[in-house]
T-cell receptor
Framework: DSGVTQTPKHLITATGQRVTLRCSPR?????VYWYQQSLDQGLQFLIQ???????AKGNILERFSAQQFPDLHSELNLSSLELGDSALYFC??????????????FGPGTRLTVT | AQKITQTQPGMFVQEKEAVTLDCTYD???????LFWYKQPSSGEMIFLIY??????QNATEGRYSLNFQKARKSANLVISASQLGDSAMYFC??????????????FGKGTKLSVIP
């Protein structure tokens, strides 16, 4: 158990809908990262927050947004869902932001299926 | 830009034998970190081992060791005394210290390891 929690574990929804994925980082970790894992794209970085502020953006679609709250939990919002958004979404956390050696610990993931 | 290449889509190893999973990388960052993660069929990503580019010694964690050859830009994972529970996907990843690559991990496509009893 990495100490990172994600809810829900599974999510099935229809095209055009909006969903919210939730992540709680390990105790003491200030950084939260979101990754998407799909069969065709592999593991891709979406976005990072550090202590409530956006720190880095990767291949995140405009239909997707995220935030980190004062209690450090984070939510990833996916809207106008398409079939291609079906994937495993991971949240990871680390103590710091950019220092090497700050390993990222991953949550169990949320498997999103868009039908 | 950073790039990770894992050329072995799948590997088989006999139980109790050692196995090496290959990883090569490309980066222009002077400092970087290399990571290996394990993903069992249940889906979670488990951190295994970390190697900093300026670390003098190769990293080891229990049965895992990282064979780091900086000049060849390779960071191979060695698993000794393989166990049935080692059957999983293994991902090599890296992070730099400058620009956008200093935050997120860049992953390879993974190697599926199957341990044969």
């Amino acid at each position: 158990d990495s100490g990172v929690t994600q809810t829900p574990k599974h999510l099935i929804t229809a095209t055009g809908q909006r969903v919210t994925l939730r992540c709680s980082p390990r105790s003491g970790d200030l950084s939260v990262y979101w990754y998407q894992q799909s069969l065709d794209q592999g593991l891709q970085f979406l976005i990072q927050y550090y202590n409530g502020e956006e720190r880095a953006k990767g291949n995140i679609l405009e239909r997707f947004s995220a935030q980190q709250f004062p209690d450090l939990h984070s939510e990833l919002n996916l809207s106008s869902l398409e079939l291609g958004d079906s994937a495993l979404y991971f949240c990871a956390s680390s103590v710091g932001a950019g220092r090497l050696g700050n390993e990222q610990y991953f949550g169990p993931g949320t498997r999103l299926t868009v039908t | 830009a950073q790039k990770i290449t894992q050329t072995q889509p799948g590997m088989f190893v006999q139980e109790k034998e050692a196995v090496t999973l290959d990883c090569t990388y490309d980066t222009s960052d002077p400092s970087y970190g290399l990571f290996w993660y394990k993903q069992p069929s249940s889906g979670e990503m488990i951190f295994l081992i970390y190697q900093g580019s300026y670390d003098q010694q190769n990293a080891t964690e229990g049965r895992y060791s990282l064979n780091f050859q900086k000049a060849r830009k390779s960071a191979n994972l060695v698993i000794s005394a393989s166990q049935l529970g080692d059957s999983a996907m293994y991902f090599c990843a890296m992070r730099g210290v400058r620009g956008a690559g200093s935050y997120q991990l860049t992953f390879g496509k993974g190697t599926k390891l199957s341990v044969i009893p």
